[in-house]
């Protein structure tokens, strides 16, 4: 018998924010990660390095999403205002959804906090929702497929 697949798609998605789920979210961007490579010579060759594994880096994550409240805001104020090197940290899930809304693959993102929010473009001859951004970074994210 065929298995029948159950695609998840792009535009169904879900956002947690230390476990409060912030489902107003328009869009997600960032999700990356990369791994440095390091050429090193090899005993006298001088025609190539040999290409050894590196750190694993990850891109800050970037949220939008229509302005409603100013709790993203506060985050990062509250953060600068303690005048700390240690910013509240948070966990973060981003779950993508099949077609049924069931949860098909999770990212979870360990220690983030602002790094950056951006107020909406405010235009008098514009239609536009008023959005805002926040800019995230975090410590690492971990892939799993449920």
């Known amino acids: 018998m065929a298995e029948i697949v159950s695609r998840a798609v792009s ?3 879900y956002i947690t924010i230390d ?18 490579s390091k050429g090193i010579p090899e ?16 891109s800050n ?22 005048n700390t090197v240690k910013p509240e940290l948070k966990n973060i899930t981003i779950s993508l959804a099949n077609e049924s809304g069931e ?3 999770t990212w979870n993102i360990f220690h983030a ?3 950056k929010w951006s107020g909406p473009q405010l ?6 929702l008023s959005m805002e951004e926040l800019e995230l970074t975090y410590t690492y994210f971990q892939l799993t497929k449920v």
């Open 43 to 58: 005993g006298g060759r001088t025609n190539y390095e040999v290409k050894l594994p590196g750190n694993i880096s990850y």
């Open 61 to 82: 994550v970037t949220l939008k999403r229509g302005l409603i409240d100013l709790q993203l805001l506060d985050w990062l104020l509250k953060n600068a205002s303690q």
């Open 19 to 36: 476990g409060i789920t912030a489902a107003e979210f328009i869009e997600c961007n960032g999700l990356t990660a990369t791994r440095e």
């Open 123 to 128: 235009s008098a001859d514009s239609n536009e």
């Open 113 to 115: 906090y602002p790094v």
């Open 11 to 13: 535009w169904r998605y």
């Open 103 to 105: 949860a098909a693959y």
